[in-house]
């Protein structure tokens, strides 16, 4: 649906694309082959990266739990070593034999192509596994709110004040894996029985988490969204309205479709499809 507004909005705005192209995208595919090759709504990426590992989560949640049953916590922190050593070693080998730099089209093998996205997936499942055995006490509560936040300070130091190699080239794809094991950090700590730390309570005040709850939604539809107000904008909106009261009616009514798509399309559709696959084995 959000491929189909945003191909609404290029019409109008320039041309349609290629259609075996526009094939390819619907279907997933462009992705695998050329992922720096953005298909209509840019953000469609991420279904198609993650499609895999959700696909093989039936799979990979069976050796969790194997690598659980006989190893208990310590294979599982292994398990999450070795998942992030998959994932960030291939930019490494390549930014040292490049001298210190890795390519944008590496970047986007290294984030866009969707087997790279299979090693941190599986490092969060990890992370919820863990902070499932974890049992809490009074006496670990701070040390659960000093590991989840001083892991998310590091995350923002690291991103914030660390000086820029580019977009998407330099050294700067080292962030796109590099960051994980902190990032697996700050949900281990802030889900585990005893932890949740003053980011996670912060975010989980209703007003936020209401917002939180169509996230996702709000991610795929906000770039149609944005290029039609864009045109209307151009067309002369911009003679008579202050640009403030246009991003005004663009963000509410970007939550407004997204809540509306969410309750009304998505949530019935999930509903059938886990009843219509509930007996499978």
């Known amino acids: 649906l959000a491929m189909l507004l945003a191909l609404a909005v290029m019409a109008v705005q320039v041309k349609l694309p290629e259609l075996w192209h526009l094939a390819r995208c619907c279907i997933f595919l462009e992705q695998w082959l050329q992922p720096e090759d953005w298909c209509p709504d840019g953000q469609i990426w991420t279904i198609a990266a993650l ?11 069976q050796v ?6 006989r190893r208990g916590g310590k294979g599982l922190l292994l398990l999450c070593l ?10 490494l080998i390549i930014f040292v034999l490049q001298d210190g730099y ?25 992370a919820a ?3 499932k055995r974890h049992q809490g006490d009074e006496g670990s509560r701070w040390k659960m709110v000093a590991l989840a ?12 004040l660390v000086p820029s190699s580019g977009y998407h080239e330099g050294w700067e794809p080292l962030f796109n894996h590099g960051l994980s094991p902190l990032l697996a950090m700050f949900l281990y700590a802030s889900a585990a029985e005893g932890g949740t730390g003053l980011t996670a309570a912060f975010l989980a005040l209703p007003p936020l988490a209401k917002i939180g709850k169509y996230s996702f939604e709000v991610f795929l ?31 509410i009514s970007l939550y407004l479709i997204s809540a509306l798509y969410a309750e009304f399309i998505e949530a019935p559709f999930v509903q059938w499809l886990r009843d219509a696959t509930s007996q499978w084995k």
């Open 64 to 69: 969790l739990a194997a690598v659980e049953s």
């Open 221 to 251: 539809f906000q770039q149609p969204l944005f290029s039609f107000f864009e045109i209307l904008w151009l067309a002369g909106l911009n003679e008579v309205l202050p640009i403030w009261s246009l991003g005004a009616m663009f963000m």
């Open 82 to 91: 070795a998942l992030w050593l998959s994932a960030v070693t291939p930019s």
């Open 51 to 61: 499609l895999p590992s959700w696909l093989l989560y039936p799979l990979s949640k």
């Open 129 to 131: 596994a863990l902070a």
């Open 102 to 126: 890795i390519s944008t089209r590496q970047h986007n093998f290294a984030y866009v192509w969707p087997p790279s996205q299979l090693a941190d997936f599986a490092i969060g499942m990890t």
């Open 149 to 160: 936040d001083g892991a998310l300070v590091l995350v923002f130091t690291c991103v914030f």
